[in-house]
């Protein structure tokens, strides 16, 4: 069986790179509908020295492959390492990116994805930002009943359930082409590679150990997410020894897509802090 690997997407790269910035989209959606959005706010396209920015989508996820060779109880850990591996073969084919520092930034899932690679690989990242994310994410039934769900009826059955956890009623209505380019991204997410996934989320669960992530990290909020409310960043920025916490007024879970110019603020001021 071959190997799965991640796809990584270039959405700027300056002449002369002073940093990786690597974003990662969460469960259900891609680069193209949400950190795309941000990455158009988050460096100077005229500048010939800046960050070059890339996305990696998740297994089955945009353009990544269908995760074929998943565990069979697949960790949080395991999806870090092929994250790992992404970033790692990215740099070896670009020689201006050997001696940059590499920093990320997860939504949902990826967010508690940082939190992971704050443990299990703290000396490859300089800074780690947590959107919309959690050391755990509810109860780990829901995720696998979620899993059996998808495996039957599909990504598309979550569509109409999640538009309304991911983004505010206003912006629902004010920007329906940016709200579907999202579920589009969930309704066209490899089943078994959600599936998998889901299985990662029945599983993971840090709250005990924030205090062994070894890298700064700020997690970011928004003021409505239904999903990872603002105390759960305020709990990450409690419990992890170079932690903070912000959270963004107006905005629901998705928040790179619905608010790209201010998230973008937030990780530039960190990421380059």
Same mark, same amino acid.
């Given at each position: 069986?071959?190997?799965?690997?991640?796809?990584?997407?270039?959405?700027?790269?300056?002449?002369?790179?002073?940093?990786?910035?690597?974003?990662?989209?969460?469960?259900?959606?891609?680069?193209?509908?949400? +950190?795309?959005?941000?990455?158009?706010?988050?460096?100077?396209?005229?500048?010939?020295?800046?960050?070059?920015?890339?996305?990696?989508?998740?297994?089955?996820?945009?353009?990544?492959?269908? +995760?074929?060779?998943?565990?069979?109880?697949?960790?949080?850990?395991?999806?870090?390492?092929?994250?790992?591996?992404?970033?790692?073969?990215?740099?070896?084919?670009?020689?201006?990116?050997?001696?940059?520092?590499?920093?990320?930034?997860?939504?949902?899932?990826?967010?508690?994805?940082?939190?992971?690679?704050?443990?299990?690989?703290?000396?490859?990242?300089?800074?780690?930002?947590?959107?919309?994310?959690?050391?755990?994410?509810?109860?780990?039934?829901? +995720?696998?009943?979620?899993?059996?769900?998808?495996?039957?009826?599909?990504?598309?059955?979550?569509?109409?359930?999640?538009?309304?956890? +991911?983004?505010?009623?206003?912006?629902?209505?004010?920007?329906?082409?940016?709200?579907?380019?999202?579920?589009?991204?969930?309704?066209?997410?490899?089943?078994?590679?959600?599936?998998?996934?889901?299985?990662?989320?029945?599983?993971?669960?840090?709250?005990?150990?924030?205090?062994?992530?070894?890298?700064?990290?700020?997690?970011?909020?928004?003021?409505?997410?239904?999903?990872?409310?603002?105390?759960?960043?305020?709990?990450?920025?409690?419990?992890?020894?170079?932690?903070?916490?912000?959270?963004?007024?107006?905005?629901?879970?998705?928040?790179?897509?619905?608010?790209?110019?201010?998230?973008?603020?937030?990780?530039?001021?960190?990421?380059?802090?």
């Amino acid at each position: 069986m071959e190997h799965t690997t991640l796809s990584t997407t270039t959405l700027h790269a300056p002449s002369e790179p002073t940093a990786l910035f690597v974003l990662v989209p969460g469960l259900g959606t891609d680069v193209a509908s949400t +950190w795309a959005h941000t990455a158009a706010h988050l460096v100077d396209g005229g500048a010939a020295a800046g960050p070059q920015v890339i996305g990696v989508d998740l297994p089955g996820h945009g353009l990544s492959a269908p +995760w074929t060779d998943a565990p069979a109880e697949p960790t949080m850990s395991a999806l870090g390492n092929l994250l790992v591996e992404a970033v790692v073969e990215h740099r070896a084919r670009r020689p201006e990116l050997t001696e940059v520092p590499v920093s990320a930034a997860g939504t949902s899932l990826a967010g508690g994805l940082m939190l992971q690679l704050g443990i299990d690989h703290p000396d490859r990242f300089a800074r780690l930002v947590v959107v919309g994310g959690a050391p755990r994410f509810g109860d780990p039934q829901t +995720w696998i009943e979620r899993a059996e769900t998808i495996r039957a009826a599909g990504t598309a059955s979550l569509a109409e359930g999640s538009a309304g956890k +991911w983004f505010t009623e206003d912006f629902r209505r004010e920007h329906a082409h940016e709200v579907e380019a999202v579920l589009d991204s969930l309704r066209t997410a490899d089943d078994a590679s959600y599936a998998a996934l889901c299985s990662v989320q029945s599983r993971f669960d840090l709250r005990d150990r924030l205090s062994e992530v070894a890298v700064p990290v700020l997690a970011v909020a928004g003021e409505h997410d239904p999903v990872a409310p603002p105390e759960q960043a305020e709990t990450i920025a409690a419990g992890v020894p170079q932690g903070s916490a912000t959270t963004v007024p107006g905005v629901a879970h998705q928040i790179p897509t619905q608010k790209p110019a201010e998230t973008a603020e937030l990780l530039r001021g960190f990421l380059q802090g």
